[in-house]
Nanobody, 126 residues
Framework: QVQLEESGGGSVQAGDSLRLSCAAP????????MGWFRQAPGKEREFVAA????????AFAASVKGRFTISRDNARTTMYLQMDRLQSDDTAVYYC???????????????????WGQGTQVTVSS
């Protein structure tokens, strides 16, 4: 079974950067689509970014496009979310997700993912 572990969250000032990591200690995610979702207090969980197993196709939420970058290291079974120019409304718990057989049109849907990490807190102060 796939286990996912997020790390890299923290408390920063608006305009700062953070890089989140998602690792699979047991491996076996190199052929999975990987995604990032986030949930703020009192809000529904929302899509942030995703990357295909091949690394050739990516998707971003409109609110983060141009500020966030997603990448993966298939050999080390790790995915990254580089977050630049952070804003206060980026504050949320960020979750890593993985799924296999996800078509491109479903990459933004949390329902398409089979495995989830426990989340890492990102707090951005104005």
């Amino acid at each position: 079974q796939v286990q996912l572990e997020e790390s890299g969250g923290g408390s920063v000032q608006a305009g700062d950067s953070l890089r989140l990591s998602c690792a699979a200690p047991g491996g076996a995610i190199s052929t999975y689509t990987m995604g990032w979702f986030r949930q703020a207090p009192g809000k529904e969980r929302e899509f942030v970014a995703a990357i295909r197993w091949s690394g050739g196709a990516t998707a971003f939420a409109a609110s983060v496009k141009g500020r966030f970058t997603i990448s993966r290291d298939n050999a080390r079974t790790t995915m990254y979310l580089q977050m630049d120019r952070l804003q206060s409304d980026d504050t949320a718990v960020y979750y890593c997700a993985a799924g296999r057989g996800i078509i491109i049109s479903s990459m933004r849907s949390e329902r398409a993912y089979d495995y989830w990490g426990q989340g890492t807190q990102v707090t951005v102060s104005s």
